[in-house]
Structure formats: structure tokens, C-alpha cells
């Protein structure tokens, strides 16, 4: 009897097993069936909600792309669906350490059609002499802790060609000519017969960057290179599948306020490996530009005048920041614009309400101190000015003010709080330069999840028409950087932050003429728009409220359904004309546009729509 029992046991146990093992494989198979998501690899002691998994999964849903995250023990499990995943992210930080067997398992993977994008220190634990078990995907020697030991990880500068860097969603402007920049080093992947470029940032003319020093010829396309480490990023067939490889820490620097990257590969990834659909960060799939004005002080009421010359407020709308006190640099100099006393003013910003533009505060009631002086440890003092900015400017407008900007830059967390607390959308900020609007991650965590910040574009180390001026620069330039960030942000239809104090643009009114008659020449095709920082904020939080899925083959007919709890008017899915067949209506209201690259789906009035497009690559 008790061998009867024993037996029955047995069975139960693996019956038991074989149900979790089918059920796990159902579920992969659902989500499959559900969207082409990526997944994200993560080791097992690691939390969903980790920080360092969610800084992944908002930029992919920021990116409007399906990415969800997986233990690195489950996509081992043999039950697992691999050949269902279209791509796999090795993210750095959270999967260094890799059991014996990820490796072959990667590699079977690849090699059956897989794509991998591997990420900086990922499965490098434990260190091995001969350097990261990876090595053989990737296409170079890295981690090499046994040869170099701590030298195995250098700071060096980024370098690419202008196409691969607009590939990376990486804007003119944010890099310079290496030959501007100082001179090269002998570690140089990149084709001696091309332009070089190197990644600069706002009061840094050449940035730099953590990684492996790389060692060994690659046999696959050199997207970025370092003199000082080799090989930043590649892209290389193995088998019948791909790899790309990003030497660089990208959830790291977001978190540190630097998450151009971490944008860029993801988008790079999904679209030039994958050939995936996504949803368009953009309304209708148009991109643009806000123009951030900031009035720090009286000296911009003439200039605000004068630039009518140029023909700016016959476009727009654009977002503009106000320091409203009586004061500019010290209490007591009367240099301020003076809101509250200031009929001319006051007549003017409701001008500008009425004609649609935003108005916002720009700091706290006294430009200079404010801004020279408000840090993390005094909100107890510096709160009140931030109060009186905030309550003359809706005394004059006659609603809430929904968009800032800090004087200087300088934006404590306890000031970002505070926004968010007052029912503030969108804020301007010097982190994430040449980012579009995104939450940002500060210190480990994102602790405003209910306001947009929105990065500054810079050229080379500069940011503003004064700062130009200083530096000497032709009002051709300046133009030529103006125009071409607008057709950057019209071809990759993304949007994007210029910020000018108006004295500055009366010393480029050539400049603003140029831009704005290469705004208007777009605008009249249908490719870019003036958005303000909060009609943007708006738009992004009714699109996170957006739920699609995709249910289909990796090759054949794919149905796309899409649902709003109140409205999906505006949301465009976006299509690559090499993946995909051109879509045909299912449900609701929609319309189909074709494009140079993409086939773009734009939905009307209503709560609901579906579509159909046949997968043309895998």
C-alpha cells in the first residue's frame, strides 16, 4: 500500500511539474501573441520594481515600444519560447553575474535567428582572465580585469558619423568635429576615409564616458568608437541572427541625468535590428520643437518688441517663462520685469494667452538670487519666491501656470516636488540634454512620476543666443544649427526644447528669420509643428493611458488593437515600410499616411481602433 501511495505521489509530483512547465509556456506564448515585446533580462535576485529595471522599461514605453522583463533562470527553463522573443536586452547593472550555462543558451539563440543587444558589464561576473564570456558574440575582447586589471574600465570621449549618431536619435548640435575637439588616439575603430564626430555636451565641449577597453579586429559595423577604449557600439550578424552591443553603462547615466543613450540604443535597436512598430512619441506622428523663451529681468520688454521684426509671432505657439518680481540680480535694484505693477507687461502676456501661447514662471520672483542661491537644504527660505512667481502670473493670465523653468539651470529635487505637489506638468531642465520630454531619474529613483521634464538642446557646449555671442559665433551658424535641429526633429519625427533669452535673439535676428522660414516651409508640408511644453505634457499623459497589443505571426497577417479609457485622437503608430505591408483599417476611425520610411497610423475621435499589416521581416 505504501508503494501504491509512493507511485501516486511520484505521479502527482510530475504532473504537477509538467502543468507549471506547460503553463509557463502558454504564458510566453501569450504575451507573444499579445505584442512584439522585448524582453530584458534581469538576474534572479532582482526585483520587477528595481529601479534599475524600471529606468528599461519607462524609456521603452516612452520610446512607445513593448519591452517587459524576464529572470535570466526563466529564459533558461527549456520550456521557454526563445524563438517567440524577437529581441533580448542584457541591460548593465542588473544581470552582470551569468550562470554556466547562459552563454551556449545566448548563443543557440543568435545563431537560430535571435537578435541580442548586449549592454556594457552584462554577464561579466565572474571575471575571467581571458576576458567577457560574451566575447565571442559581441565580436571583440572586453572585461579584460586579467590583463589589465582596474584598467580594464577607462573614461574616454564617443565618437561616430553624423548618420549613425541621427540613427541614435543623437541631435546636431550635440557633437562636434573631432578636429574641433582636440586630437584623436590610436584606438579608433571607425574608417579613417570618414568624418568624425565626437559627443559633446552643455559647458562641455567633448563628454566622457566609462567603459571596457576593447582589444581585436571586429567584423561587424563600427557605429561608435573611443580613441582612448575602441570599440563604444557595433552591430554584427552571428549566425542567422544579430548582435548589438553598447559599450557604455546606458541605464547608469540615465539615472545620472544622461539618458540619450539609453533612448537612442533602444529606438536603434527596435527599429534598424527589429523592424518593430511603436507609438509615436509625437501627436499625429509630427515632430517639432518648443521654443522656451526665459524673461529673466526689464532688460527683455524692448527685445520682445523689436524680434516682431522677424516674423516670430506669426508662428508658434511657443512656451514662455517669466521672473515676475520687481528685482533681477539683488533685492532692491528694481531691474525686474515687475509683473504685478507693469500694465505693458501684463497686456502683453494676455496677448500671448489669447494667441495660444503658454506662460509660465521662470523661477522665483528674483532671477539672479534665486537661482544662484536656492539648494536642496533651503526650501524653507526660497519656497516663498517660487509662491509669488507662481500667483502673479495667474493673477494676469487668470488660470493655473503649468510649465517652469529654473534660472541657471538650477532645479533642487525639493523644487521638482513642489511643481509636481502644485499641479505643474512640464518643466525645463539641463539634464538629458538632447533628450525629448522624459521623467527623469534622479539618485537611483524616479520620484516625480507626475511631471515631464524637458531637456535643453545644446550646440557643441553652448545653449543660449548670449552664450553664442560670447563665442564669437556667425549668425550663418547659428541659423545652419537652428535649421537643421528642425529637420531633425521633422525627419525623425521626435520633438524637441530650443530655450533663448529674446536680448539674445536681437543679436541673431537673421538667424531667427532663417529658422523660422524653415519651420514654416515643413510646417506647410505637414512635418513639423510649435508645441508648447504643456500641450506636449498633456498629450504624453493621455498616451500612457494608451493600451495596444498585437496578435499575429512573427511572419504573416498581424492584427493592431488599441483602446483609451476617454479618447485615442492624435496617437500615431508607427510602421517601417520594410517590416511591414501597408496597413488596412479593421475598426474605428483611422487614417493611413505613407512616408519616406514608415507607414504612419493615426487615429480619430473615439475610444477604440484596429488594424491589420502584413509582417514582411523578421
Do not use: C
Not at 127 to 133: D, I, K, L, T
Not at 395 to 415: I, R, T
Not at 586 to 591: H, I, S, T
Request: aromatic share 12%; glycine share 10%; proline share 6%.
Amino acid at each position: 500500500m505504501r508503494k501504491a501511495v509512493g507511485f501516486f505521489v511520484v505521479g502527482v509530483l510530475i504532473v504537477a511539474l509538467g502543468a507549471a512547465g506547460y503553463r509557463y509556456f502558454l504564458s510566453d506564448s501569450a504575451v507573444r501573441s499579445e505584442a512584439e515585446a522585448m524582453v530584458l533580462l534581469v538576474s534572479p535576485d532582482i526585483d520587477f520594481g528595481d529601479p534599475r529595471v524600471t529606468i528599461w522599461l519607462d524609456a521603452a514605453r516612452e520610446e512607445g515600444l513593448h519591452l517587459r522583463a524576464m529572470r535570466s533562470s526563466d529564459f533558461l527553463r527549456p520550456y521557454t519560447n526563445r524563438r517567440a522573443i524577437p529581441g533580448v536586452i542584457l541591460p548593465d547593472g542588473v544581470l552582470r553575474e551569468a550562470p554556466g550555462m547562459f552563454s551556449p543558451t545566448l548563443e543557440n539563440y543568435v545563431e537560430a535567428g535571435g537578435n541580442l543587444l548586449v549592454v556594457y558589464d552584462a554577464a561579466t561576473v565572474p571575471y575571467r582572465p581571458e576576458g567577457s564570456r560574451l566575447s565571442k558574440l559581441v565580436g571583440v575582447d572586453y572585461a579584460l580585469f586579467g590583463r589589465r586589471g582596474a584598467g580594464a574600465i577607462v573614461n574616454g570621449s564617443v565618437q561616430g558619423t553624423k548618420e549613425t549618431l541621427a540613427a541614435l536619435l543623437v541631435p546636431p548640435g550635440k557633437y562636434v568635429a573631432v578636429d574641433e575637439a582636440g586630437p584623436a588616439g590610436s584606438r579608433d575603430y571607425l574608417p579613417a576615409d570618414r568624418k568624425k564626430y565626437v559627443i559633446s555636451g552643455y559647458s562641455q565641449q567633448k563628454m566622457e564616458y566609462p567603459g571596457f577597453i576593447s582589444e581585436g579586429d571586429y567584423d561587424g559595423e563600427v557605429l561608435l568608437a573611443s580613441p582612448e577604449k575602441g570599440l563604444v557600439a557595433g552591430a554584427r550578424r552571428h549566425g542567422a541572427g544579430n548582435v548589438l552591443f553598447a559599450n557604455l553603462p546606458l541605464g547608469y547615466l540615465k539615472d545620472r541625468t544622461d539618458g540619450l543613450f539609453l533612448h537612442g540604443f533602444l529606438r536603434y535597436f527596435a527599429d534598424k535590428v527589429l523592424g518593430l512598430a511603436y507609438l509615436s512619441p509625437a501627436p499625429d506622428g509630427v515632430g517639432g520643437i518648443q521654443m522656451n523663451w526665459h524673461m529673466d529681468s526689464n532688460a527683455a520688454i524692448q527685445p520682445i518688441i523689436d524680434i516682431d521684426k522677424t516674423g516670430i509671432y506669426e508662428q508658434g505657439p511657443y512656451s514662455i517663462h517669466i521672473t515676475a518680481g520687481p528685482d533681477a540680480r539683488a533685492f532692491g535694484d528694481g531691474l525686474g520685469i515687475n509683473v504685478p505693477n507693469n500694465p505693458v507687461i501684463q497686456k502683453w502676456i494676455r496677448d500671448m494667452i489669447a494667441k495660444g501661447h503658454a506662460i509660465g514662471p521662470h523661477g522665483g520672483w528674483i532671477h539672479d538670487y534665486f537661482g544662484l542661491n536656492v539648494s536642496d537644504d533651503n526650501r524653507a527660505q526660497f519656497e516663498k519666491f517660487l509662491v509669488l512667481n507662481k500667483k502673479a502670473l495667474e493673477d494676469v493670465m487668470g488660470k493655473p501656470a503649468l510649465e517652469y523653468s529654473a534660472p541657471v539651470g538650477n532645479q533642487p529635487q525639493w523644487v521638482t516636488g513642489w511643481l509636481e505637489a502644485n499641479g505643474f506638468l512640464a518643466y525645463y531642465f539641463t539634464g538629458n540634454s538632447g533628450l525629448g520630454p522624459t521623467r527623469s531619474y534622479r539618485d537611483g529613483r524616479l520620484k516625480n512620476r507626475h511631471i515631464w521634464s524637458f531637456p535643453v538642446m545644446t550646440y557643441r557646449d553652448l545653449a543660449s543666443f548670449e552664450e553664442f555671442a560670447e563665442s564669437e559665433l556667425g549668425s550663418q551658424e547659428v541659423g545652419d544649427w537652428l535649421r537643421a535641429v528642425t529637420d531633425f526633429s521633422a525627419d525623425r519625427r521626435v520633438v524637441r526644447l530650443v530655450y533663448f533669452h529674446p536680448p539674445g535673439v536681437t543679436l541673431y535676428m537673421n538667424a531667427m528669420r532663417a529658422w523660422l522660414g524653415r519651420a514654416k516651409e515643413l510646417a506647410g508640408q505637414g512635418r513639423f509643428r510649435w508645441y508648447t511644453m504643456t500641450d506636449m505634457a498633456r498629450f504624453l499623459n493621455d498616451r500612457e493611458q494608451v493600451q495596444w497589443h498585437i496578435e499575429g505571426q512573427a511572419e504573416g497577417e498581424q492584427q493592431f488593437f488599441a483602446t483609451h479609457p476617454v479618447n485615442l485622437a492624435r496617437q500615431t503608430w508607427l510602421l517601417p515600410k520594410q517590416s511591414y505591408s501597408r496597413p488596412e483599417p479593421r475598426a474605428g476611425k483611422l487614417a493611413v499616411r505613407e512616408a519616406a520610411d514608415y507607414w504612419a497610423v493615426t487615429a480619430a475621435e473615439g475610444t477604440d481602433i484596429a488594424f491589420s499589416a502584413r509582417r514582411t521581416r523578421r
